[in-house]
């Protein structure tokens, strides 16, 4: 049965189970990743325009930019609003039942477009319906993974959904490229629709088979499931006592506890300061906002948009092969992303990859304006360099790297509505659709930024643009140097206690050591001994608070326990022993 073995991974305890929960909550980004790369090709179907498309050409029907521009970017907006409404379904529900109905709505989505058979407005819904699924997903699956993991191996494991987003994009580029012999026929897209709904049943049903977030759990008041979700997801389902247990639930009680003394988390705190316990609540809004949104303008999209430009230089001239190449790039490289957030932690990779970033974008933007690489063909040729070297170092640095800071930066007071802000800060910054709007609607619906993407309306994008990018890498480096603390290997408890530090500072937080550690993968047993003793001296105390829930409303369990107390006269008659186990 699964949750008997223990598995040593990079010196970590790890069950089966959690080992398959990473797995399979990965398939969350392919599903991201596969959703947004799939219409880039349909787009380019012969029957997709003919049954949706506005304008009659010699070739056949095709589309008006504002129509193709709606098709594509609905399915972001619904994102965004996915990515809001998760903060509600993840703390009412918990985060298992919040993903399978992420995936259901997905699902529903994928099922409209399908039956789509002349509207595009019919096809645009259903993108739209498909989006708030991955945008619920967007949030939901980084922060399970976060609670779930180990802190051994929780960058790695929060780190392989950027690399599914990027296999998902792959794989939804193959699957068009091997439907286009059929592209006359209403079959070409609607399997690459149809292999969407596929792809996500595992992770709607595999996700109920994994462990619950023991976080979740303990936050109300399900001690006992708490303490057997550690168990198994360390590998001790069969021994929930053993000292790793021991140690991982003081831990998170001792975090727990100080919240249950300041009452419940709200929209309002996460912008708002408030003298609530919580260290640095409003700082760490803003932060995740702001590295999400700068992971969108790092330029990724911008290489990805001039692809087919580029490589037609160097004699490519099939959009496709231009998007399989560097969606390739960005795969392999992710690999290497997942052992980087690990060994190096979040904060230098962070930087050096923007500033990697901004240096080849500097060169890429300088030959482009310099030489036309459409009629210069060393042009060309390096600034396809320049293009495979960015998405190489986006692909192990700012791709992994800030799914994982959003899934361990927040206290669990508000984790779920700050995971959910930062993540709409992703897919606000995603915007690289904008470049097909028609000038007047971009003044209406942008007018703030219509100064800055006028270009994008008028004579497309000019190769110098991407100095605007090497920018806005500028700009992120000097947000992770002074602003980002290193949270490598600790606890998600100890995330917090680091950010209460008044001393000290991001630049200086590697050093940092939590209480009771002699380095951040080692405990020191002594102190631990000394802490449970004292912990279980006071479990009595656990028992006359109430336990302040993310959703707003007091712990239901630690209602009915009181009630349960008041009317059979437990409170009264409990052995010591047992008031302990209750409340652990």
């Known amino acids: 049965m699964l949750g008997k073995k223990s598995i040593r991974v990079n010196g970590a305890d790890c069950g089966v189970e959690a080992l398959i929960l990473g797995a399979i909550t990965s398939i969350g980004g392919f599903l991201f990743g596969y959703d947004t790369g799939q219409i880039s090709g349909m787009l380019l179907f012969r029957d997709f325009k003919d049954r949706f498309g506005q304008v009659d050409t010699p070739e056949g029907r095709d589309f ?53 058979m002349n509207h595009w407005v019919h096809m645009m819904m259903g993108r739209f319906v498909a989006g708030l699924g991955v945008g619920n997903l967007s949030v939901g699956v980084p922060m399970f993974q976060s609670e779930c993991s180990p802190r051994e191996i929780r960058g790695a494991v929060v780190a392989s959904y950027q690399l599914m987003i990027t296999f998902g994009i792959l794989i939804a580029n193959l699957v068009n490229y091997g439907v286009r012999e059929i592209e006359d ?17 595992p992770l709607g049903l595999g996700i109920l088979l994994v462990p619950e977030s023991p976080r979740w759990l303990a936050a109300r008041s399900r001690w006992d499931e708490a303490r057997l979700s550690l168990a198994r997801l360390r590998g001790m389902k069969n021994d929930p006592q053993h000292q790793l247990i021991e140690d991982d639930m003081v831990e998170m009680k001792g975090i727990l506890e100080k919240e249950r003394a300041v009452g419940v988390g709200s929209w309002a705190e996460c912008f708002v300061p408030k003298p609530n316990g919580v260290p640095k609540q409003v700082y760490r809004t803003i932060l995740g906002i702001s590295l999400h949104f700068l992971q969108q303008w790092t330029g990724v999209n911008y290489f990805f948009y001039y692809g087919a430009t580029i490589f037609e230089s160097a004699g490519i001239e099939d959009p496709i092969q231009t998007q399989l190449i560097l969606g390739a790039v960005n795969v392999a490289c992710t690999f290497y992303g997942l052992y980087v957030v690990e060994k190096y932690g979040r904060r230098w990779p962070l930087l050096i990859g923007a500033i990697w970033q901004a240096a080849w974008l ?27 070297m960015f998405i190489a170092s986006f692909a192990v640095t700012w791709g992994p790297i800030c799914w994982v800071v959003i899934g361990e930066t927040f206290p669990l007071r508000t984790r779920a509505k700050q995971a959910s802000l930062a993540t709409a800060g992703n897919w606000l910054g995603n915007c690289e659709y ?9 003044l209406i619906l942008f007018s703030v930024m219509i100064s800055f993407l006028t270009p994008l309306a008028t004579d497309g994008i000019g190769y110098a643009y991407g100095f605007v990018f090497v920018a806005t890498n500028i700009a992120g480096a000097l947000l992770v140097y002074f602003f980002l603390y290193e949270s490598v290997s600790l606890s998600l408890e100890n995330v917090d206690t680091m950010y209460s530090q008044p001393d000290l500072k991001p630049w200086t937080s590697k050093k940092w050591m939590p209480p009771g550690y002699v380095t951040r993968m080692n405990r020191d047993e002594d102190f631990f001994h000394n802490d449970r003793a004292q912990h279980a001296s006071g479990v009595d105390d656990l028992d006359d608070r109430t336990t302040a829930v993310p959703s707003g409303r007091p712990s239901r369990v630690v209602d009915e326990e009181k009630k349960a107390d008041g009317v059979n006269g437990l409170g009264a008659t409990e052995s010591r022993e047992e008031r302990v186990n209750r409340a652990v």
């Open 64 to 116: 008006q930019p504002i129509i193709q521009s709606l098709l594509v970017s609905l399915m972001s907006i619904g994102t965004l609003l996915g990515a809001l409404s998760a903060s509600y379904t993840a703390d009412w529900w918990g985060r298992r039942k919040s993903l399978t109905f992420g995936v259901g709505v997905f699902i529903i989505g994928n099922i409209i477009q399908i039956t789509a």
């Open 185 to 201: 026929q209403s079959a070409s897209w609607r399997i690459v629709i149809g292999l969407g709904i596929a792809f996500s049943l």
């Open 362 to 388: 500097a060169v890429f933007a300088s030959m482009g304006t310099a030489l036309d690489p459409e009629n210069n063909r060393t042009s060309g040729i390096l600034m396809i360099v320049s293009a495979a």
């Open 434 to 442: 904008l470049a097909s709007l028609p000038k007047d609607t971009m």
